[in-house]
């Protein structure tokens, strides 16, 4: 008894040690961004990088932040617009597919779902030649109204996936009441959603925000979002690390900060992205 | 609560998402084929980027080059190291996932804690891991110097690590590196897919053999027949194999240079499959469990037999998802290794460089088509089992 209870002492002190061990490996990444993002640039070399900075030296951040300021405003409005469009628009989708009798819809829904698997490479080149012909190319609303509609496969799926289980008793008796179409929408369906409003929310949200090639390849400077005024950034010869850095941070807090506050939906998209039916 | 009006209605409100995913999706595709088919205004004026280019079809020669070209090599080297990639991407984040999960399933006290810190990095673009990580692999510095630091940390002007446990700084150059492994000839590339499908069709036969399924069986006989016999009358060296290049030019192998990426990569994903598998582990009744612990299995053993074999289908769409999300994958690469670096190319970034800077835009439409065949291989059997099962149930 006593050995079987050494044993199992010394098997959750393993457990604690490697959960540990892997917590600071995966949070390297995370101190060396503050630290790099805090320091003077003059102080920053190779050889020191590790170091904790001699003094913090906080004007990195309003130099990013002028930098980044008219493509953080630019990610704002794409991603809001788009996610609440895209969000809308699948939820209105999710309840016909769910709902109504939809003639094929067998075969047209697993039609819309390869839409989000997609390479978007393989219509990259057609969508520009598409988007320069309506006049949208380049210009913010081109983006966002690229992001709604490879936005609708997902959105349609999550908002179906949770109307099937409503009731359709639920239905039939307000339709009973008088209810026609919208009337079902408006006082059951939509009132009843809000968790699958909060889901596709977050993730369309996250997504578009970090989202990067349609940013590099369809918006011209003055439209382009945060992820691609970072990569430039980064991406240039000689670049002193401290501004990057504090780009990088400031491109991730918005994200970030959905995540840490609502990460139990956060999964909830995830899962629902891989897990179907 | 079906009168015909709202019926109609409900056609109509669903109708705009159809006919946009149909143009954008399906439309667009089609004209990605049909552009790859052409020479983009190759031989006229006026010139690629402007409208209305015309476009003569040539057939099928923007293939014949991507495989045999001369100059083409990027997109030969692209192919390989996404293979590697996946490969390694896959593996990777399968196996730190499942130990993640499996750490934290042990009833351990802050699970929360350890979950969202091997989560959040999922929570990033990977525009922002790719920028960190090139920061954290530059040649003389970070990780490199990593495990030197740790291992001479001094206390009181003394050593806590002994003699032996202390390490040099590293010399790896990471994405700057230039050395190859695992070396091959591109003309043998043939004969390994063939393996690679033989053994293939060897695994799906033997399912069948298991579940009796004959007829299957014999399909599949026929099946792995026909494509051996493609390879054995030279059918794939007529397709992509009169190469006339340097012979240095066909040695193809694995890239160091890519191992910073697949390990940013890993990073940033396995705490995605973390999450799978621990939705899967928790789905597994504990009564299951109790039960095989009372038989005497112990808790390794519990997860051989009783968690491994139901966590099948989580495995089956955690390959899916990642493998489709490295045969696709751009941004990683465009931030840690730049678009222009030859030692990391990816099809993704291929395709940018051909169609947004170098004006070849049938050219790039056939890498796009070579990319979605790729995916296609993987998610649409997917989509159709799952379509399969719904219908099903």
């Known amino acids: 008894m006593t050995l079987l209870r050494t044993q199992q002492i010394a098997w959750r002190i393993i457990v604690y040690a490697l959960l540990i061990l892997m917590a600071l490996t995966f949070l390297v990444p995370v101190y060396m961004v503050i630290i790099t993002s805090l320091k003077e640039p003059s102080t920053i070399n190779l050889t020191s990088s590790w170091d904790l900075p001699k003094e913090l030296y906080f004007e990195s951040f309003s130099q990013a932040w002028e930098v980044f300021k008219p493509r953080l405003l630019n990610s704002f409005v794409l991603a809001i617009s788009a996610t609440a469009l895209s969000a809308l628009i699948g939820s209105m989708n999710g309840y016909v597919l769910a709902k109504w009798r ?9 039609l819309m779902l390869f839409g989000m698997f997609i390479p978007y490479q393989a219509i990259l080149i057609p969508l520009f030649d598409f988007m320069r012909s309506i006049g949208m190319y380049g210009s913010l609303n081109g983006l966002i109204l690229i992001h709604v509609v490879y936005g609708l496969p997902i959105t349609t799926l999550i908002f179906r996936n949770f109307y099937v289980e409503i009731p359709t008793e639920l239905l039939e008796s307000a ?28 993730w369309q949200f996250t997504q578009i ?69 | 609560m079906h009168s015909r009006k709202d019926r109609i209605t409900a056609l109509i409100m669903l109708l705009p998402s159809l006919v946009l995913l149909a143009i954008f999706v399906y439309g667009f595709i089609g004209q990605t084929v ?14 690629p980027l402007q409208e209305n280019v015309e476009k003569d079809y040539i057939g099928t020669q923007n293939y014949k080059d991507l495989m045999t070209g001369f100059l083409e090599f990027p997109f030969r080297n692209s192919l390989i190291n996404t293979f590697f990639f996946t490969v390694f991407f896959l593996v990777g984040c399968l196996l730190l996932g499942f130990v993640l999960a499996f750490l934290i399933d042990q009833k351990i006290m802050g699970e929360g804690v350890f979950r969202t810190i091997f989560l959040f990095p999922m929570s990033l673009s990977f525009v922002v891991t790719g920028t960190i990580w090139r920061w954290l692999l530059q040649p003389k510095g970070g990780i490199n110097v990593l495990p030197e630091k740790i291992t001479n940390v001094t206390l009181f002007d003394k050593h806590i690590f002994p003699e032996f446990l202390r390490v040099k700084v590293l010399d790896s150059g990471w994405m700057n590196s230039r050395e ?74 694995y890239n160091a240079a890519l191992t910073g990426i697949i390990v940013a990569a890993i990073w940033q994903m396995s705490g995605y499959v973390m999450a799978l598998f621990l939705a899967g582990i928790r789905g597994i009744p504990e009564d299951l469990r109790e039960a095989a612990r009372v038989d005497g299995c112990s808790e390794w053993k519990v997860y051989l037999y009783i968690i491994l074999p139901g966590l099948r289908p989580i495995i089956l769409s955690a390959v899916i998802i990642l493998g489709h999300i490295s045969l696709k994958i751009f941004d990683l690469v465009f931030a840690m290794a730049g678009p222009d670096n030859n030692q990391t190319i990816v099809p993704g970034i291929l395709l940018y460089t051909k169609a947004f800077r170098g004006n070849q835009l049938a050219s790039g439409s056939a890498v796009a088509v070579v990319m979605l065949v790729l995916v296609s291989l993987v998610i649409v059997p997917y989509l159709w089992s799952n379509l399969r099962t719904e219908s099903q149930s």
């Open chain 1, 102 to 110: 939809v003639p094929g819809a067998k075969f047209l829904f697993p």
């Open chain 1, 175 to 202: 339709s009973i009441d008088g209810a026609d179409f919208f009337g079902i929408y408006t006082r059951i369906i939509f009132p009843l959603s809000i968790p699958a409003f909060v889901v596709v929310v977050i």
């Open chain 1, 209 to 277: 925000w970090n989202e990067f090639l349609f940013a590099v390849t369809m918006a011209s400077p003055d439209a382009q979002p945060i992820t691609v005024g970072l990569a430039q950034l980064a991406g240039g010869e000689a670049v002193k690390w401290n501004l990057p850095m504090a780009g990088a941070i400031l491109a991730a807090l918005p994200t970030l900060l959905v995540y840490i506050v609502m990460g139990r939906y956060f999964i909830r998209g995830l899962l629902a992205g891989s897990i179907k039916g």
């Open chain 2, 34 to 47: 049909n552009f790859s088919l052409t020479d983009w205004g190759g031989t006229g004026a006026p010139p």
């Open chain 2, 180 to 253: 190859q492994s695992w070396t091959f000839m591109w003309s043998e590339v043939p004969k390994y897919l063939t393996y690679l499908g033989l053994i293939l069709f060897g695994i799906w036969a033997f399912n069948a053999l298991m579940a009796k399924r004959w007829r299957t069986l014999g399909y599949i006989g026929v099946g792995a027949f026909g494509f051996g016999l493609l390879y054995v009358i030279g059918f794939w060296d007529k397709v992509f194999l009169p190469l006339q290049v340097p012979a240095a030019e066909l040695q193809k192998g």
